[in-house]
């Protein structure tokens, strides 16, 4: 099934189809009574709500705005006097940024850290495209000489947090992946296995991440100790895998057991070996149901990620989010807010990737 | 008409139905069986000493009351449904399990949706026939599937095929891997009329080639009589048995058109219906 990738196609990935067709309609001149109904609810009904959200959170990030200077003023009035409070009231009035309140910051605070995260990776990329042709000719020799080669130890741009945090959740989906699937399969295939695990499954499936990764943390310090490698990475992707498997591993349980006693029937009387019945059989008819619950595993898995990346102080989003506000500095909020839409759409675009794969493998094209 | 079964051992013959059978004709023979579904209440008796001889190259359907137990009957011969007393040979050998001995065409066509019609009917191929080549066995499941009518439809996935049509594919991977015993259940009742009236005639001309005992449940008391050398009539349960048989003496092959119009024809329904409405 070889298919270009157009536009339209795009569109429907991302769930926008319904929108920019209804808008198409607009502009060709192809319209109905139905139409407007569909405009009103595919086109108006979306652009309201976004307008609407960033409305509110324009006024709200407003109010908290003056919420706090008002107490800033207050205080300075307080401590410093009146001549100390006037300044501070002209110098939050005339916009200088070294004399904000630090509050929810409105969304042109948030575009403006966005463009500076990206000026600020032009820079460091910049930077290191320049290091790299500076040490060229060294690192060969070191290489040739039997050492390590020098690496650029700078710090890691917003952009490279973002594919370390994308690194590692695949890494630890992956984990999870050949983890659950295969224990999943085994209990679903054996009724008295189901049955003496569960107690296992329904107890470790609800505990917390910051839970799996200090479990995690115990065991990966033992095996660590005497090499010089940087463990956060390992703790983390483990963790990460673990803590999101269990989706997986009961989905891939519930489809196995789960099979169409037709199906079975007709495995029964064609006499098929226990292989044949599995690969055959067994695993297409629960296909979806595995897929179902990787694509949760992987949602669950980017959405803890976040959290246990800055438990564990490995590089990616999750420390980039800690980092800033641990820092304190007048954009660090914007920025935090910046991260989060940026965490919020790979999440989205992950979670789409799996739902177009999850509707390759469904046979039933009814789904 | 006589509904009694005489057995006589010692020479090699017995009698049913008025007529005589040489006892080396018998392909499939069901004796005292006895089915028993334990409940709270105590033990549900499904069948009880039910007794049926099925000769070879013979086509008997089985009519009777919705729950009566004729599919319990069905799949315990086909090995899926365990026996709870008596026996069941095939050819004089007792069957436990389920085996491609006896190819089963059940009710929904339950083929493999993630398989194209091919690959289901070679899934049984390949299992009977492991000897023979790929080629081969592709060339013995194409036979079949152009057989029922599905030529142009090998490569397509079960799920883009129609219900009658996902049927056809199942009676080609029943007769595919060349059966001693062909049991259909009610392998036609979810179809409607017309497509029902196609499927017939596509199974009895497959049928009349390959001469596979089959044994066939059916509600529709036309389907029984133009499909069956005997129609077994099953008496309503709880331990339901052989209640009437009927012989029906028009000769192979038949068309539609000329059973319909034979004298018989309606003589043989009207003693179906008598029994069904008793």
């Known amino acids: ?367 | 008409m006589n509904t009694t079964l005489l057995e006589n051992n010692q020479s090699n013959t017995y009698l049913e139905n008025g007529i005589l059978y040489p006892s080396s004709n018998v392909m499939l023979d069901l004796a005292h069986l006895k089915k028993v579904y334990p409940t709270p209440k105590g033990d549900y008796i499904v069948l009880q000493d039910l007794n049926l001889k099925i000769m070879k190259e013979e086509f008997v359907t089985i009519i009777g009351h919705s729950g009566c137990g004729k599919t319990t009957m069905l799949s315990m011969i086909a090995g899926l449904n365990e026996i709870s007393g008596g026996t069941i040979s095939v050819l004089g050998k007792h069957i436990k399990d389920p085996g491609p001995d006896r190819g089963v065409i059940f009710q929904s066509p339950s083929l493999m949706p993630w398989m194209t019609a091919l690959e289901n009917v070679l899934l049984g191929v390949n299992q009977v026939f492991p000897q023979a080549t790929k080629s081969q066995r592709n060339d013995i499941a194409k036979y079949y599937l152009q057989k029922v009518g599905l030529e142009d439809a090998f490569n397509k996935k079960a799920t883009e095929l129609s219900q009658g049509m996902q049927q056809r594919v199942g009676i080609a991977r029943a007769f595919a891997i060349k059966p001693k015993v062909l049991l259909l259940d009610e392998p036609f009742g979810m179809l409607d009329s017309l497509t029902r009236g196609e499927l017939q005639d596509i199974l009895i001309e497959i049928w009349n080639k390959e001469k596979i005992t089959a044994v066939m449940i059916t509600h529709d008391v036309d389907e029984a009589i133009f499909l069956a050398d005997r129609v077994v009539m099953m008496t309503s349960g709880p331990k339901a048995k052989i209640g009437d048989i009927l012989n029906i003496e028009f000769e192979r092959p038949r068309t539609r058109k000329s059973v319909l119009e034979h004298d018989d024809y309606y003589k043989y329904r009207k003693h179906l219906i008598d029994f069904l409405e008793h």
């Open chain 1, 1 to 367: 099934m070889k298919q270009s990738i157009t536009l339209g196609s795009v569109t429907r990935f991302i769930g926008l189809a319904g929108f920019l067709e209804t808008i198409k309609n607009v502009f060709t001149g192809k319209l109905d009574k139905e139409d407007f109904k569909n405009i009103f609810r595919k086109v108006i009904m979306p652009l309201a709500s976004v307008l609407l959200f960033f409305a509110v959170w324009y006024l709200s990030a407003n109010k908290l705005h003056e919420i706090e200077a008002d107490h800033l003023i207050n205080k300075a009035l307080v401590e410093q006097g009146p001549a100390e409070a006037e300044k501070l009231r002209a110098c939050i009035a005339s916009g200088d940024k070294s004399c904000q309140p630090n509050a929810l910051p409105s969304p042109v605070q948030v575009w403006g850290a966005y463009q500076t995260l990206l000026a600020d990776h032009y820079v460091i990329s910049a930077d290191k495209k320049a290091f790299k042709k500076k040490t060229a000719s060294l690192n060969a020799k070191r290489i040739a000489n039997g050492e390590k080669p020098i690496t650029y130890t700078g710090r890691p741009s917003f952009v490279d947090q973002i594919f370390t945090s994308i690194i590692t959740v695949f890494a630890g989906f992956l984990l999870a992946l050949f983890i659950a699937v295969p224990i999943g399969i085994v209990i679903g295939l054996s009724h008295t296995l189901r049955s003496s695990v569960n107690w296992l499954i329904q107890i470790f499936k609800p505990v917390s991440p910051v839970v799996w990764f200090l479990l995690v943390f115990m065991i990966v310090k033992t095996f660590t100790k005497n090499s010089s490698s940087d463990s956060a990475f390992i703790i983390c992707f483990i963790s990460v895998g673990l803590c999101s498997m269990w989706a997986t591993l009961v989905n891939t349980a519930m489809g196995v057991s789960s099979v169409d006693k037709d199906y079975i029937n007709v495995a029964k009387v064609l006499k098929l070996g226990p292989m044949q019945k599995v690969f055959k059989v067994i695993l297409p008819s629960s296909l979806p149901l595995i897929f179902t619950g990787l694509r949760i595993t992987l949602s669950v898995a980017w959405m803890v990620l976040i959290a246990i990346e800055l438990l564990a102080q490995s590089p990616g989003l999750g420390l980039f989010v800690w980092e800033e506000f641990q820092n304190g500095a007048n954009d660090s909020n914007s920025k935090i807010i910046a991260a989060m839409f940026v965490i919020g759409l790979i999440g989205f675009m992950l979670d789409r990737i799996m739902l177009t794969i999850q509707k390759m493998v469904s046979f039933n094209k009814n789904d």
